[in-house]
């Protein structure tokens, strides 16, 4: 089982990754951003940075994911391979920070990488507005987001809207964190996890109607 958290920078994810993994005693799936070499640079100067970071998270991300679907562990992902290419990356190109020659072969590379790993089994989306995500990245205090953008965070924000509507990989869920508490509320978080194992019993319904029908194609032995 595959759940993926997927939202803008300060919703939550890294919270409810844990918290869901610890519930479903699932692996958690974190990105490296502590030990990213190009965080810091990007957000001093993102013209520069901003292919490098991407290429960095895509490559990342890619091998964590193909190493943990290979050893068939059940686990929870903290953002997703597709937020990188469909958010992230075409948002700096929007906004004149990566030009359309690095863009171009950013994508590439993410078609290719992307063709070898099936789509989450489940994706929660953490929904928000700009002003609590801004109390989110303020009460978290890390240094190097201390020079986000507020135009930056806000087309995200915009993209991600788009992305979540048309998202038609697998089964999702939204989440708006202003009315779902679940960091600090354990009622909240249990809400959450209701919702959440009620697509788990659809997914289990689906694939046993899928193996009914496989068995009954089969040729009976009988004259």
């Keep these: 089982m595959h759940i993926a958290i997927a939202g803008n920078i300060g919703s939550g994810k890294t919270t409810l990754t844990k918290q869901l993994a610890k519930h479903y005693g699932y692996q958690a799936l974190f990105e490296s951003s502590d030990n990213n070499p190009y965080i810091n640079s990007f957000y001093e100067d993102m013209r520069r940075w901003s292919f490098n970071l991407q290429i960095y998270f895509l490559h990342t991300r890619f091998k964590q994911l193909y190493d943990i679907k290979k050893s068939g562990i059940d686990f929870v992902q903290d953002r997703t391979l597709y937020e990188d290419a469909y958010i992230f990356a075409p948002n700096l190109q929007a906004m004149g920070l990566m030009n359309t020659r690095d863009m171009e072969n950013y994508l590439a590379i993410f078609e290719l990488l992307s063709s070898f790993l099936p789509a989450p089994d489940l994706l929660i989306y953490l929904r928000g507005?700009?002003?609590?995500?801004?109390?989110?990245?303020?009460?978290?205090?890390?240094?190097?987001?201390?020079?986000?953008?507020?135009?930056?965070?806000?087309?995200?924000?915009?993209?991600y809207e788009e992305w979540v509507d048309n998202y038609e990989l697998g089964k999702k869920i939204i989440i708006d964190i202003e009315e779902y508490n679940f960091a600090d509320n354990p009622e909240d978080l249990g809400r959450v996890i209701n919702m959440i194992d009620a697509e788990f019993n659809s997914l289990f319904k689906q694939d046993d109607t899928l193996f009914s029908l496989h068995n009954d194609d089969k040729p009976s032995n009988n004259n």
């Design 129 to 159: 507005d700009v002003p609590s995500l801004i109390r989110q990245i303020q009460r978290r205090g890390r240094n190097y987001e201390s020079g986000i953008r507020l135009d930056y965070l806000t087309s995200l924000n915009n993209r």
